[in-house]
DNA sequence: AGAATGATCCTCT
DNA sequence: GAGGATCATTCTC
């Protein structure tokens, strides 16, 4: 597996535009159970400005400080008491984005990521932003770790070219659910839903 | 349709 | 500080 690293500056750029850029790109984790990759087929943008569903539209706090730092780190966090969401930082320092990736499409690693996952069907294994992390065995000991400098945990592309975007709103959010700040590639079964 | 399950943050004292 | 609502979900019934 060849990849490039995606540098700083993929990710100090506008939330919206990243959201649908990441799409294809592959997540790749160096973990204790060896290399899992998975190629990204759904994200939702979390932008800077009038976002009320962002968890940095009330401004900072110790959770959300990464998200107002330098682009290019993952953001996790725990929620609904059980599950772990992976976000990639975005924007200039100071101001507060992120990306959510939300599922993806297994490809090394995929026995790791089933075991992780009580051998869900393949198809299930990174299919939402909770069963991704689950599968690439992702916790709060990953937050905050820097994306680019080639750390246990990356975003790299490989050259594949993705094919139809497709946005629409985004899922599980009770405020700014009009923004059609969700993105996936049309047809893909990893999606967590159509 | 509802349970599981706990960190986080807002709103008061 | 304490109380309580909320929560970028998933699984099972």
């Given at each position: 597996m060849d990849f490039d690293i995606l540098p700083r500056s993929f990710y100090a750029a506008d939330t919206v535009d990243i959201a649908q850029l990441l799409l294809g790109k592959l997540l790749i984790h160096h973990s204790p159970a060896g290399l899992l990759s998975a190629r990204i087929v759904e994200t939702e943008a979390y932008v800077a400005?009038?976002?009320?569903?962002?968890?940095?539209y009330r401004g900072i706090t110790p959770r959300n400080s990464v998200m107002f730092g330098e682009p290019g780190h993952a953001y996790v966090y725990f929620s609904y008491g059980m599950h772990y969401l992976l976000n990639a930082v975005t924007e200039a320092p100071g101001v507060a984005g992120a990306v959510l990736i939300r599922a993806a499409e297994p490809v090394s690693g995929v026995a790791a990521m089933a075991a992780n996952r009580k051998n869900a069907k393949h198809t299930l294994l990174c299919s939402g932003p909770a069963r991704l992390t689950s599968a690439f065995g992702?916790?709060?000991?990953?937050?905050?770790?820097?994306?680019?400098?080639?750390?246990l945990l990356t975003i790299g592309d490989d050259g594949f070219r993705r094919t139809h975007i497709v946005s629409g709103p985004r899922i599980g959010?009770?405020?700014?659910?009009?923004?059609?700040w969700r993105y996936y590639i049309r047809g893909n079964p990893h999606v967590s839903r159509p």
């Open positions: 400005v009038g976002d009320e569903a962002s968890h940095a992702i916790d709060t000991s990953l937050d905050r770790v820097d994306l680019v400098e080639g750390g959010i009770t405020r700014s659910i009009d923004f059609p």
